[in-house]
């Protein structure tokens, strides 16, 4: 697949419910196999087989990594697997892969997972967008994927519980009423045994949100017990379409709706794990603001400040760098007394533009972070391939790496970062498009800026 049907692949996971706010992103997300029943895909005799792959195929469209407590890196592939509908899988430090678990098309578990996490009980929690039962009440577009990269859209999705070993427990299935519809990124862990997330619609039912929601907060336990925390609701000048959530020091929940608010562009929020909701900021529609609809979760740094990303705003390239003709992204921060700034514009092409997902603080101040788009656009034309980038101070920001460089070997050149994490010595681990097989890639990066491929995932259309 070329890589900007693998990133719609991915990514029409985390939009499809802003289809419920405007109908014109239906054509933007696809539509998977709705026989009920799952496969395994047609044998591919394209490519040798792989040593490192344990499963026939492993998974497409990686989209997290966490590290685990036994060193090992964990993951999530929106798609693939030995069924199409993703997987979970660990990565040794010297770069074996196996894959866990592979999700089956059906009501029993679930379907393309997005975000993981290792709980204090040593089990991975997590969510998958789509599958489950019963039948989920929202539109299914009509746009059909190659075969091994499936969407589910016969559930509302579910929160899942994974032993090491591979052995799932469904912990909750999604109605698509008021317990929600479509839960996204990770879950967050407030207590022991007690979970965080949200939900892309479902809630309360208005007309700004379709009548299915503007998409909630949920908790749940690891037995299974689920409730509403929160529900959004746009029309009273909250959120709708919320990103992901961030435990606070304070023990409050952080995050952020890419839209709603006082301007309708989107607003950062404090939540009590009892769900009371503050909402810190609400975002405008001009340059100084970074232009609305913000990024993920905000992450917090070492002085108490909210620290995130929105995917627009900033100044203007527009003439000279299409990508950029409403800006090219900012950093934005709010202090503990709730002072919104712009610490970064992306206005060097070089450093990166377009960021995504959620910064790294360092506790030394710096901040770390992966853009779609830039880096060396003269190698990797026309919009650049993507960098890891790095806030040193307000306003000084560099690329410690540009996805611009085949690396021997390598079918598909490693582009368009998806997700960054920093690992013990300064090491970091991310997930991107490209490698052996074209359908995604798990990297490090050295402390020198030494890049590696620990494994290129592949699928049957490889």
Do not use: W
């Not at 529609?285 to 627009?312: E, F, K, R």
Request: with cysteine; charged share 10%.
């Amino acid at each position: 697949m070329q890589s900007n049907v693998r990133r719609t692949v991915r990514n029409c996971i985390v939009i499809i419910a802003s289809c419920s706010a405007s109908a014109l992103l239906l054509n933007a997300c696809g539509h998977g196999d709705e026989s009920g029943v799952g496969t395994p895909p047609p044998a591919s005799d394209k490519v040798p087989p792989d040593p490192l792959v344990k499963a026939k195929y492993d998974g497409t469209a990686p989209n997290s990594l966490i590290m685990g407590k036994d060193g090992y890196l964990y993951g999530t592939t929106t798609t693939g697997g030995d069924y199409g509908y993703g997987s979970v899988f660990r990565i040794s430090p010297d770069g074996v892969e196996t894959v866990i678990h592979s999700f089956n098309i059906g009501p029993a578990e679930g379907a393309n997972p997005i975000g993981l996490i290792q709980a204090t009980d040593d089990f991975l929690y997590g969510t998958t967008s789509n599958g489950g039962t019963p039948a989920c009440p929202r539109p299914a577009p009509d746009i059909l994927f190659p075969p091994g990269h499936n969407i589910d859209y016969s559930g509302c999705g579910t929160v899942f519980k994974l032993s090491l070993q591979g052995e799932l427990t469904v912990l909750h299935y999604f109605t698509g009423g008021q317990d929600g519809n479509q839960p996204i990124a990770s879950l967050v862990e407030s207590s022991p045994g007690r979970f965080y997330g949200e939900t892309l619609s479902g809630g309360l039912a208005n007309s700004s949100c379709t009548l299915i929601g503007c998409g909630l907060i949920f908790s749940v336990d690891s037995t299974g017990d689920e409730r509403t925390v929160h529900a959004f609701n746009i029309e009273s000048g909250d959120g709708a379409l919320p990103a992901g959530l961030t435990l606070g020091k304070d023990g409050n929940l952080y995050g952020t709706a890419g839209f709603g608010g006082a301007y309708n562009q989107g607003l950062v929020f404090k939540l009590t794990p009892q769900g009371a909701q503050t909402v810190l900021f609400s975002f405008m529609d001009i340059a100084a603001d970074g232009n609305p609809h913000p990024n993920g979760p905000p992450v917090q740094g070492s002085d108490g400040s909210l620290y995130g990303t929105t995917l627009y705003g900033g100044a203007s390239l527009s003439g000279n760098f299409a990508l950029c003709e409403f800006g090219c992204g900012t950093i934005y921060k709010i202090s503990p007394t709730g002072e919104m700034s712009i610490v970064y514009a992306f206005v060097d092409v070089a450093n990166g533009v377009l960021p995504q997902g959620t910064l790294i603080a360092g506790t030394d101040g710096t901040l770390l972070g992966i853009a779609s788009y830039g880096g060396n656009t003269a190698v990797c034309q026309p919009a650049g391939c993507g960098t890891v980038f790095q806030l040193t101070h307000p306003g000084a920001a560099s690329a410690i790496y540009e996805f611009d460089q085949p690396v021997n070997g390598t079918a598909v050149q490693p582009r368009l970062p998806s997700s960054l994490i920093q690992g013990g010595g300064g090491y970091l681990y991310g997930t991107a498009d490209g490698g052996d097989f074209g359908e995604g890639i798990v990297f490090k990066i050295s402390p020198t800026g030494v890049f590696t491929i620990l494994h290129s995932f592949r699928g049957p259309s490889s």
